[in-house]
């Protein structure tokens, strides 16, 4: 397998950033964005899709966090 060209590249990032902006608008209802996402994959090589995605995990945590608005899961609070 041979490294994707400048230009496919360049189609990669602009698939993965119309899903997102996608998700973003549409509060993350990947139903919404499916269209977007299969374009997405097909731009994409799958070690890239897979990585992107656990990046886009990894930035809403992060962002959630520093906002103070982040709940870990299975958690109630003590009295």
Excluded: H, I
């Excluded at 496919?8 to 964005?33: F, H, T, V």
């Excluded at 997405?40 to 809403?60: A, N």
Aim: proline share 5%; with cysteine.
């Amino acid at each position: 397998m041979s490294a994707p060209s400048m230009e496919e590249r360049k189609a990669c990032w602009g698939a993965r950033d119309e899903y997102w902006k996608c998700l973003d608008e549409n509060m993350e209802d990947a139903s919404r964005c499916q269209k977007l996402r299969c374009s997405f994959e097909s731009r994409c090589p799958q070690q890239w899709v897979k990585y992107f995605d656990k990046r886009r995990d990894f930035l809403k945590y992060k962002e959630q966090l520093q906002a103070g608005e982040y709940q870990p899961p299975g958690t109630t609070e003590k009295s």
